[in-house]
């Protein structure tokens, strides 16, 4: 691929944002191959769990430039990069997304790509990185996804992390709600990490139409009582666990 930086991808598609502040935005979606977290109830295994998919099947190597070119062909000008853990890859990525602003910039300013990063919250992006991008969509995983079982601290992890992002204007941070217990250790997070209520979205865990809408009565309740965001997941609801939706 004539010497430009590689990326090692999982899909590609246009879709609408599905969740988060920007939910219901035209859009396409990069997702990106890898993951540094086991969640249990992960719905893109098929981007690390090698275990259980065939690594060479489902990662796509493709060059900046190649990408680059793709995403233009598309009519959307709003990008999500999500994965995976895509800042696994924020090297490449920063060169991506150099190429994707400038062309953006050349055409003219209201054709400028927006950029909107998908991220688990256990990678600090570099300096570069987030001049690059206008949306962080940070979602701190808590012991509902049982990475504890995999041999993985997420206290440890996070310390660090969550205070970056914390400070970060444009970060939101989403937290997927499963029981009744997981809103204790919101709480308890939120108070550690002093994340401010007004940058937090809660959304339900779940793979199906019903188990959402089951557990999105009582988040909504608790959202609403203690004035925080919910964010539906849009793609669940009329999809399932589809890929590529
Ligand atoms: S961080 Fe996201 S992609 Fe990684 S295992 Fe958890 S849910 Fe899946």
Same mark, same amino acid.
């Given at each position: 691929m004539d010497g430009q930086p590689i990326l090692k991808i999982s899909e590609f598609f246009d879709s609408?944002?599905?969740?988060?502040?920007?939910?219901g935005t035209p859009c396409v979606f990069l997702r990106l191959a890898t993951c540094n977290l086991k969640c249990s109830?992960? *719905?893109? !295994?098929?981007?690390? *769990?090698w275990e259980n998919y065939d690594i060479s099947t489902e990662i796509k190597e493709t060059g900046i430039c190649e990408m680059a070119e793709k995403i233009s062909l598309s009519d959307k000008k709003h990008v999500v990069i999500t994965g995976g853990e895509p800042l696994l890859q924020q090297a490449i990525l920063v060169s991506l997304l150099s190429l994707l602003k400038r062309t953006g910039e050349n055409e003219n300013k209201s054709n400028a790509y927006f950029i909107e990063i998908e991220t688990n919250g256990t990678v600090i992006p570099k300096k570069e990185m987030i001049d690059l991008v206008d949306q962080w969509n940070v979602s701190p995983k808590t012991s509902?996804?049982?990475n504890d079982q995999k041999g993985i601290d997420l206290d440890k992890i996070y310390e660090k992390s969550l205070l970056f992002y !914390? *400070?970060?204007?444009?970060a939101s941070f989403k937290f997927v709600i499963d029981n009744l217990e997981d809103l204790v250790e919101l709480e308890k997070i939120l108070k550690k990490y002093d994340l401010p209520k007004g940058q937090v979205i809660l959304m339900p865990q779940g793979t199906t139409k019903e188990s959402m809408l089951d557990k999105s009565r009582w988040i909504i309740n608790y959202a609403k009582k203690n004035n925080i965001a919910f964010s539906t997941r849009l793609q669940v609801l009329l999809w399932g666990n589809q890929r590529g939706k």
């Open positions: 609408i944002q599905g969740e988060g502040p920007y939910a109830w992960c *719905d893109t !295994k098929y981007t690390w *769990d509902n996804s049982h !914390k *400070d970060l204007r444009n």
